[in-house]
Structure formats: C-alpha cells, structure tokens
C-alpha cells in the first residue's frame, strides 16, 4: 500500500490563500517561522516568514496571474504545478514543498520553464523585490 506525506490540506489551504489575496496572517497559519524559498529570482534562497511573504505578496502584487492547477503528494513531500503570467510572458512551474513536523511549509523550491521566458519574467520581479534583473545570453550574443 502507498503511503503519502501527511498535511496535504496544508498545501491545499496554501494554493487557496496563494489564489486569494495572500494575506499575511493567513500564511502565518501554513509557513514556518523559519521557511526558506528557493526560487529562480535569485541566486541565494529567501529565508525566513517575512522574507517568503514578502516575496509571495510583491508577485501577488505585479497584475499576475498565478493559477495552481493540481497538487501532487509523494511519501515525503507535495508539490504543486502551476502557471504564472506577467503580462506577455508567462512560465509553467513546480512548487517543491516540505513541511515539518508541526505541518507547517519549511521549504519551498520552484521551478520554472521554458528558461527564456523565465528569465524575462525574473527581470520584470526582480526590481520589486531589490534583486538584479537577468539577462538572456546566447551563442554570439
């Protein structure tokens, strides 16, 4: 028989808040005090419940659409698909999750695809959150 991680309905009631207005205190009921978020806006990960949701809300904020689309649950882990949009340029993506003991996200590491549109979309986030803006180089560039 499979047996799956527990607190899914953590990760569902993360996509829910994610999909609302990403209230602070509501994401205080699902993150961790010391959540840390790996993500393909900067090099070094966001560590820390302010920093996360400081993060999750300045995307909230640019006139994204954020849809999460299904949530998967392994025997350690969840993660969810989603697609993200930013006016023209848009990304398919994975949200990796892990959670610790009290049920609460400590980890979160997204993954974005294709890698041209990604990089375009970091550069339209990045100033918001005081990271450098990428750039796309390729062969003879």
């Not at 309905?9 to 959540?35: P, Q």
């Not at 790996?38 to 400081?54: H, K, Q, R």
Request: hydrophobic share 40%.
């Amino acid at each position: 028989m499979t047996t799956f991680a527990p607190h899914r309905s953590t990760v569902e009631s993360f996509v829910d808040i994610v999909h609302g207005s990403a209230d602070k205190d509501a994401l205080a009921g699902v993150l961790a005090d010391n959540v840390v978020l790996y993500s393909p806006l900067d090099n070094e990960p966001l560590t820390g419940f302010d920093a996360v949701v400081f993060a999750i809300q300045t995307v909230h904020g640019t006139s994204a659409k954020l849809i999460y689309s299904e949530v998967f649950s392994g025997e350690t882990h969840h993660a969810i698909a989603f697609r993200l949009d930013i006016g023209d340029t848009g990304v398919d993506g994975m949200d990796y999750i892990l959670l610790d003991e009290d049920g609460k996200i400590s980890e979160i590491t997204i993954f974005w695809r294709p890698l041209p549109s990604g990089v375009e979309l970091q550069a339209k986030l990045a100033p918001g959150l005081g990271m450098q803006p990428w750039e796309l180089r390729t062969n003879g560039e």
